[in-house]
């Protein structure tokens, strides 16, 4: 299974940046999609998720300006991403959980954000 993402890049404080998640097989055949942010010297730490039924969640963080989705039919996931502050600015990941727990999840290769003030 393949992961890229596409979208990041560089963008004032206000601005907005749209994140996709192009996978390699249909996006139903995972319990959960999402997408995961790294800082410089920090923790990778979880941004938001989708499942397979659509339920979202989202850390407290980014509640309000940030909308993930999916379009099955591109086997994609999107974050829109708006209001971004600079404490935004990280290497986004794309992850994917398998159906099957015992199955490791997937990673794409990250997409790099920067927004400046």
């Known amino acids: 299974v393949q992961l890229v993402e596409s979208g990041g890049g560089l963008v004032q404080a206000g601005g907005s940046l749209r994140l996709a998640c192009a996978a390699s097989?249909?996006?139903?055949?995972?319990?959960?999609m999402g997408w995961y942010r790294q800082a410089p010297g920090k923790e990778r730490e979880l941004v938001a998720t989708?499942?397979?039924?659509?339920?979202?969640y989202y850390v407290d963080s980014v509640k309000g300006r940030f909308t993930i989705s999916r379009d099955n039919a591109k086997n994609t996931v999107y974050l829109q991403m708006n209001s971004l502050k600079p404490e935004d600015t990280a290497v986004y990941f794309c992850?994917?959980?398998?159906?099957?727990?015992?199955?490791?999840?997937?990673w794409g290769q990250g997409t790099q954000v920067t927004v400046s003030s």
């Open positions: 097989e249909s996006t139903l055949s995972f319990r959960t």
């Open positions: 992850h994917a959980r398998p159906l099957d727990y015992a199955f490791p999840p997937y």
């Open positions: 989708i499942s397979s039924g659509s339920i979202t």
